[in-house]
């Protein structure tokens, strides 16, 4: 199967998950183990990585050689702020400069705003941070992000949080076509399959939290979102029957036993 590359790097799972949400650290790094992933997202305003030397941090059970920690702005509402943010995670980090970009428009709906983003992005990438960035699935402010200098571009699936999957494969799809970095679905997966459409729409990967953290048993369903990005990836691969109005027959007529007289 082929690696998804970002910032240089290989990976071979598609999935990304959150480290928000959990009851405890132990469920967090289980639930890390049974995804398969070799990323994690941390909000630097939510999780203790270092800031608070009082707290339990969540480097004490994820190890940054095998897992890639993806700072992210989680929780920021103007440019400045993210762009803060995103200083701070790199002093946290010795100096890596991978981070995940979001600029909220409002504390209920969750949606981006795509004018602050674009902002932060274009401060960003003239300070040399990598960004992977959240956005609305609008292809337009996709590409445009795209051309600033972001190494990954991530539109939502639906809100964050509300587990309604992808409500415009349309879109998702056009920006997949027009895109030459990686497209990887950000918020609103619910369930397995939901992972898995993303995949066969041709996304580079899935990020997820809430599907996984807020399951009745995270650790299976975060084996399940595995299965479900893999199987969506090959499925995708493999390419798909095109679709018909009439059934067609699986056995071919020619060269069929006929009834003995």
Do not use: H, W
């Amino acid at each position: 199967m082929k690696k998804l590359v970002l910032n240089g790097k290989e990976y071979s799972s598609r999935l990304i998950i959150g480290t928000g949400k959990y009851k405890d650290f132990g469920e967090t790094k289980l639930a890390v183990e049974a995804s398969g992933t070799e990323m994690v997202t941390v909000a630097i305003r939510r999780m203790n990585i270092g800031q608070d030397k009082k707290s339990p941090n969540l480097l004490e059970i994820l190890d940054p050689k095998k897992i890639t920690i993806l700072p992210n702005t989680a929780g920021c509402y103007t440019s400045e702020d993210a762009v803060r943010t995103c200083r701070i995670a790199e002093e946290l980090l010795n100096g890596e400069k991978l981070v995940k970009l979001e600029v909220l428009s409002d504390s209920k709906t969750l949606y981006p705003d795509v004018v602050q983003t674009i902002k932060a992005a274009e401060m960003l990438v003239k300070e040399g941070f990598k960004i992977m960035v959240y956005t609305s699935d609008d292809p337009i402010v996709a590409k445009e992000l795209e051309n600033i200098g972001c190494i990954s571009v991530m539109p939502l699936a639906s809100p964050i949080g509300s587990g309604l999957g992808i409500q415009n494969k349309f879109k998702i799809s056009e920006i997949v076509e027009n895109a030459s970095v990686p497209i990887i679905v950000d918020a609103g997966v619910g369930t397995a399959s939901d992972a898995s459409i993303a995949m066969e729409i041709g996304c580079d990967g899935v990020l997820m939290n809430t599907a996984i953290a807020c399951a009745d048993d995270p650790i299976l369903m975060a084996s399940a979102m595995k299965n479900a990005v893999k199987a969506g990836y090959d499925a995708y691969n493999a390419g798909r029957i095109p679709k018909k109005e009439l059934g067609e027959a699986s056995s071919p007529e020619e060269g069929k036993i006929t009834d003995v007289k």
